[in-house]
Nanobody
């Protein structure tokens, strides 16, 4: 089992920046690709960003490309999501995810073996 704990959410204004963190424990962090998903009220969960085990590859949803940056610190067992130029439509609960397969995590996040945090609320006021 992998335990994931997100932090860093909050209420900010449109145009502001925010950095989310996700601390992992329980397994070897560098064995897992990491990702961020979000779920807005009344909407389905959607992919935001993912990073490979080594940090050498990253992928983003078109809606956040150029504004959000995912990174990881394997020595700290932590993955980050730096969010800039925030918009009201970025308001959501943000979830951290971990999987040994980044492709599976992105394409089929409901698959057993994809681990999830409890989520952190991000609210953007316009």
């Amino acid at each position: 089992q992998v335990q994931l704990v997100e932090s860093g959410g909050g209420l900010v204004q449109a145009g502001d920046s925010l950095r989310l963190s996700c601390a992992a424990s329980g397994r070897t962090f560098s064995d897992y690709a990491m990702g961020w998903f979000r779920q807005a009220p009344g909407k389905e969960r959607e992919f935001v960003a993912a990073i490979s085990q080594s940090g050498g590859r990253s992928y983003y949803a078109d809606s956040v490309k150029g504004r959000f940056t995912i990174s990881r610190g394997n020595a700290k067992n932590t993955v980050y999501l730096q969010m800039t130029s925030l918009k009201a439509e970025d308001t959501a609960v943000y979830y951290c995810a971990a999987s040994t397969s980044m492709a599976t995590m992105i394409a089929a996040p409901e698959t057993a073996g994809v681990y999830w945090g409890q989520g952190t609320q991000v609210t953007i006021s316009s």
